[in-house]
């Protein structure tokens, strides 16, 4: 079982930075695939972007390529979503994942039904 807790939300203006952090317990960031969606009022949830295991790879939505960067501090069993150049349509609330078992392929990391663990989300929201 693997618990995953968001925190870094906030209210920012539009430009402005946003880092989230997902610390993990039950199982080492180092054993899954930890990805980040979006999901905003009335909208499906979105991928945003996802890291290997081995911490060496990283795959963005198109939307937030540039801007996002995650990153991973295995020390403190932690997954980061840093979000520079925020714009208003980056307002939504952020969630965390986990996957144990799946493969880095695209068609698998992008896919919410693929992750087993989710966190409880965190509210962004970016003004103009």
């Known amino acids: 079982q693997v618990q995953l807790v968001e925190s870094g939300g906030g209210s920012v203006p539009a430009g402005g930075s946003l880092r989230l952090s997902c610390a993990a317990s039950?199982?080492?960031?180092?054993?899954?695939?930890a990805g980040w969606f979006r999901q905003a009022p009335g909208k499906e949830r979105e991928f945003v972007g996802a890291?290997?295991?081995?911490?060496?790879?990283?795959y963005y939505a198109d939307s937030v390529k540039g801007r996002f960067t995650i990153s991973r501090d295995n020390s403190e069993n932690t997954v980061f979503l840093l979000m520079n150049s925020l714009k208003v349509e980056d307002t939504a609330a952020y969630y965390c994942?986990?996957?144990?078992?799946?493969?880095?392929?695209?068609?698998?990391?992008?896919?919410?039904?693929?992750?087993?663990?989710w966190g409880q989300g965190t509210q962004v929201t970016v003004s103009s």
């Open positions: 039950g199982r080492t960031v180092s054993s899954v695939i």
């Open positions: 890291i290997n295991r081995s911490g060496n790879l990283r």
């Open positions: 994942a986990a996957q144990e078992k799946g493969a880095w392929m695209v068609t698998n990391i992008k896919r919410p039904s693929r992750y087993d663990y």
